[in-house]
């Protein structure tokens, strides 16, 4: 079959796009020191090539002619509509403002490293002013429905409005506020096993095994050691996931395998035909990537990090073997209190630290102030004293050093404002999908007891992963739960998962 | 300092080449299986990028402005006639041809693999005629001065005629054929413990000290392990070694380490001044590499594993350090008697393991045959026959298999002709240069005694490396030891070594 000119050219970008994972994914991984300006630039090269196919006249004009004929496609339909509005955007957004950002975060970026070096915000305190300063022109050039915050989330959660949003945090606070209090006033289980020795290479074995099980295709991927953990997809046949294991903490590596092998899962899953098509990028942010949003990405990470490695029957299925993997480590532990371990929930003030039952705090912590400060009624001198307050209000702690508190997060200072909704959309929208996956195939569960994880991936694969972006995030949503957002199956998961846990 | 649109240009080609190194590095050393044919498609993508770029008006006419400004500095010159050249090579070139030749050698090596397999000269005969009948017609397209097998060496080394390939050959089996003759009638040192259990960490440890010591620079540099070692250079400040080690012979992993790194070092000293300009690249090769042709950089890797890795001196330095990181193995066996082992020179079928003193009748007989094919006084189903016999009467061994002969080596599957001729001038050059070196430094021989190479190095950087693609490769000899090519150095050296080695 020969390719259509629009497919011969989205397939070049595609190809451009997925190289650039591989210069990002190297970067992490083994590049020498010495490269990094270097590799900026080969990203800056390729990047702009990028641009300029989907500016180019070629392009516009393949695009209409495919859109001129008749009997169209779906997949055909949707690609050209993310090609038009990714067309429409940067003919909207002005190069210096990308040029302008560029050369920002570059420099933010050094700032918000000495700042957390030196526990002192206000050295990165004037880079983020004039990032937010650069975000709310950027929000008024790309236009929004409610709020100029949806301009920002738009690239990474497309169709999601602030009032949803603001519906949502409110649902979720109403019930989880309450349940915090009572889970944290019980005892806590204890977890102090989980910091005995686990040799690391031990650990790269076992997550690689578990990773396997659930259905990461090694075949297609790889496992490296990165101080950051990450997914990333050179292409469908080539999706890498990264993590870092600590010789005294188990959770770390293991949970963060399961956790990427998850997202992992989703991008090899995608529909062989979709690869190298417009429906397997993200054409706003220059990025090969199946998934149709950062939020339902996550919510298959989470799923499978979660609701099914951090389960029950999960351990009851690979207690045995985590325990034959270091020999006499565990012999005291039974799989019960293991589990309970792992599912220990404190209040803390490290987001990427954070139990299941406290992380959505850090999150809405965080999109209150991005809304504030993007809306202008918050201003960037006053965000410590604000997350202190904010902080305590949900959780009951507060940062004694700016470190622990508002310099925690690398996303500001790249510019990334708008994308820690989707952490929490990713939460929610993954109880969505698992209600429904129970729901439509009651035999799900009993597979999952039975340690078969085929069975779900299979109802994920055919309801979600094929799909890539095909659909947006509420069109899925509505396709798999004939419903929209609705954090009622999250917080009906945590209810009872924790008061089980904490015998409330 | 704003560069000029030219530069601007052409720094966006050679991120696009250094990109496809990386691309070519990683589905070399980590890339899971099942994505090779997308990786060819990312490279073909990158590569008609770079060529549109080659041919576009708006770097032609950027090159016509540059030209035409008066003072222009040397490399600015040599750049112009770089591109200008490059230019014409890919106007002359019908694209149809390079289709014709990527389609041809894709089937090709699976053939040959599988004649390989197979043990069946027959099942590659009709692919190898179809390669070398495109490969003249290639020639005649491209155009050459003597003889039709210039227009295919001159991707490798410019410059380079068939009378003075004929000329160094004959001068080289001149005085070659006999010191052979004379060395394998004498008795064999021993070498057998070289062939003791030295486990591979050990051999990597050691291999990266030595590296380091010669002068390869790990801080913008790494070594990993690959089937086939290669150097590779993804820019200046990021140039890539692979080896391969084999418990059971210490050999292959330590001075093919050294040999790369001879590469690298090449790679890694190019003046900073010349990265991202066409005088880094090889523009007809499409290629990311700064030394100026594939014989000046063979002279390189050549020169660190021979002239200076095989010396008495090099192992008077570190043959302390090599017993120790392998305890008690070598215990029984004197430094000398270890220098004498991994010298041993022996009649061989295979190029690749051939020593030092046979080595380049191996490249001979290939040049011959890719001569006495692109002139067409050799048939391709002559090539078996006309193999045994040649190297019966240089070596006085004869292949047993097809295997063992015409099939080992990938090159003409890959539709590699041409470039045989570059080992040999490597050793040649290599020579001419250390000679040099010797007689303009003579302190060079004492910091070499005392283990010290930075001198050598230094040298090397002054005449050679620093210049990347500046002068063409006799221009270099003529600058640097006021010759053309010469292998009387060469043979010189030879005659010394193996005289001494076997006290003839």
Known sequence: MTATPLKAQIARLSDLLNVINLLNWDAST?????????????????????????????????????????????????SHQALQQAIAHYKKVPA?????????????????RQAREQNNFSLFQPYLEKIVALKRRFAEV??????????????????????????LFAQLQARLLPLVKRVHAAPKPDNTFLHRHFPVDQQRALSTKLAGKIGYDFQRGRLDTTTHPFEISITREDVRITTRFNPQFLNAGLFGTLHEAG??????????????????????????????????????????????????????????????TFPGV???VSVEQFHRAINRSEPSLIRVEADELTYDFHVMLRVEIEMGLIEGSLKVSDLPAFWAEKI?????????????????????????????????????????????????????ATALE???????????TENILQHGRTY?????????????????????????????????
């Open 96 to 112: 210096s403002l990308v040029v302008e950002q560029a050369q920002l975060v570059a420099v933010a970026e050094v700032a918000w």
């Open 392 to 444: 305590q209000a949900y959780l009951g702690v507060k940062p004694t050093t700016d470190t622990l508190g508002v310099l925690q997060d690398i996303h500001w200072s790249k510019g990334m404002i708008g994308s820690f909704p989707t952490y929490t959309l990713g939460n929610v929208m993954g109880s969505q999908f698992m209600a429904a996956a129970l729901q439509q195939q009651p035999s799900l």
């Open 472 to 504: 947006l995030p509420h069109e899925l949503l509505q396709r798999t739960t004939g419903k929209g957002l609705d954090a009622t199956p999250y917080l009906d998961y945590l209810e009872q998962k924790f008061t089980a846990l904490y015998q409330l």
């Open 330 to 332: 565990l012999d005291d």
């Open 142 to 167: 790309v236009g929004y429905e409610n709020h100029p915050y949806e301009a920002l989330t738009h690239e990474y959660e497309p169709g999601l409005t602030v009032p949803a949003l603001k519906a």
């Open 450 to 460: 039975q340690g078969n994880y085929l069975p779900l991936k299979g109802w994920l």
């Open 30 to 78: 083994g590049m020498p020191n010495g490269a990094s300006l270097q590799r900026g630039q080969q990203i800056a090269t390729l990047s702009s090539l990028a641009q300029s196919i989907i500016l180019s006249p070629e392009l516009a004009s393949a695009l209409a002619d495919e859109a001129a004929l008749p009997n169209l496609t779906l997949h055909q339909q949707r």
């Open 263 to 324: 997202h992992a899962i989703y991008e090899q899953n995608v529909a062989p035909e979709l690869s190298g098509t417009a429906l397997t990028l993200d054409l706003f942010g220059l990025y090969a990537v199946a998934g149709t949003s950062y939020g339902v990405h996550e919510s298959q990470s989470r799923l499978w990090e979660n609701r099914v490695g951090r389960s029950l029957p999960f351990w009851h299925n690979h207690y045995a073997e985590l325990q034959a």
